[in-house]
């Protein structure tokens, strides 16, 4: 990459990485970071209805902004961190570590994912960091038990428990390309790594992707992918069990999937510590409704949680959005993933930069000396 960072390579906003991450990546790699459930149509809900979302800017701005958050007790540079994202490894090895890298370099957040391509114990080693830890609530409670101990152990202090996965989502993008692991050789996978030769010498040579976060809970090595995450999904998971969870977890618990005010409420009954907006970017139900729509009822019922929003994220103008809805902070995924398509290992970082230096702008144009400033503006 150029000294001068994205510009440098003609790269000004997201969808730019959009582009280059398509001709990186082979068509059916691109499809699983592109697709969502069903005909797709919540994942352009999402981003349609950030485009609803206006900011007044203010007579005489603000030249001296400062983008850090406080977020569950910890200083952040910017209100945004990576969101949990599973088989990340697809887009080229050490994947998880290079985003969980990004994040600690830049001081912001980052989940690491149970579906992970490289295990959280690992992830600290390497990084010099604790992440945040996504799971989802397999079917036996005593595969839950033992990785929550386990999570214990490596020092994790908040846990993202994802709720709104009762069934892997139907992506039909997956379906139509047979996607499994380990992935199999056939005419049409053998085609689309042809054309992107640079993703797959990385293949070849990187370490297999695997799941070691959970893999010792599988029955065996060689299974599809929504195969593996029925695995860590389809269990009862109501409120009583959450209750259990709450109850076992001695730290701090986030949950993440919620969308109605109702459920917020119930969330904070029970003692979670906050909740994440969310409806998976759409990767799992096709008739949910945008997330940043469901943000400031979600706030309004429990302004004593740390509200969060996942979702439909962009830009810096978006977490600008989503701050000024009354979301404490950001969770971004795909972008993350193009980004580390478009240029590999630099990637990330360069995008937690271009990022804040959006962030920043707005806040200068709409008058706030910080993010606190931004806060809960645009609730009625």
């Not at 139900?285 to 979600?298: G, H, K, T």
């Not at 969770?331 to 804040?356: K, Q, T």
Request: net charge positive.
């Amino acid at each position: 990459m150029s000294r001068r960072g994205f510009e440098g390579a003609g790269i000004f906003c997201v969808e730019d990485l959009r582009r280059r991450a398509r001709k990186k990546l082979p068509r059916f790699v691109f499809d699983f970071v592109e697709g969502a459930a069903g005909n797709e149509s919540t994942l352009q809900r999402n981003l349609d209805a950030f485009g609803q979302v206006t900011i007044t800017p203010r007579l005489g701005g603000c030249v001296g902004v400062s983008t850090r958050c406080k977020l569950l007790g910890q200083d952040y540079d910017a209100p945004f961190g990576i969101a949990p994202l599973g088989l990340a490894d697809l887009i080229g090895p050490e994947a998880d570590v290079i985003l969980a890298h990004a994040a600690a370099s830049a001081n912001i957040p980052y989940i690491c994912s149970a579906a992970a391509g490289t295990g959280v114990e690992e992830v600290i080693r390497r990084t010099g960091r604790v992440p945040w830890f996504q799971l989802y609530c397999p079917r036996d409670e005593a595969v839950t038990n033992a990785i929550l101990s386990r999570l214990e152990i490596a020092g994790v202090d908040v846990l993202v428990i994802t709720v709104d996965v009762p069934v892997p989502g139907r992506r039909i993008r997956d379906l139509r390309n047979g996607l499994a692991l380990p992935l199999r050789p056939g005419a049409r996978l053998i085609a689309d790594c042809m054309l992107s030769p640079q993703w797959t010498m990385r293949r070849l040579i990187g370490r297999k992707i695997s799941f070691p976060n959970f893999e010792r809970h599988m029955p065996r090595a060689s299974m599809p992918f929504n195969e593996v995450m029925g695995l860590q999904t389809g269990g009862l998971l109501d409120w009583q069990r959450l209750q259990r969870l709450r109850e076992q977890w001695p730290r701090k618990l986030v949950i993440k999937g919620v969308l109605c005010a109702d459920d917020a409420v119930r969330a904070a009954k029970i003692g979670a510590d906050g909740v994440i907006v969310s409806n998976h970017g759409g990767r799992q139900f096709d008739a949910a409704p945008a997330a940043i729509r469901c943000l400031p009822s979600v706030k309004k019922a429990v302004p004593e949680s740390a509200v969060m929003l996942d979702s439909g994220i962009r830009s810096g103008t978006d977490v600008a959005r989503a701050i000024g809805l009354g979301a404490e902070i950001a969770w971004i995924g795909r972008p993350f993933l193009y980004a580390l398509a478009a240029f590999g290992e630099a990637g990330p970082s360069e995008l937690i930069r271009m990022l804040i230096t959006d962030f920043r702008n707005v806040l200068a144009v709409a008058g706030r000396a910080d993010t606190n400033e931004l806060s809960s503006q645009l609730l009625d």
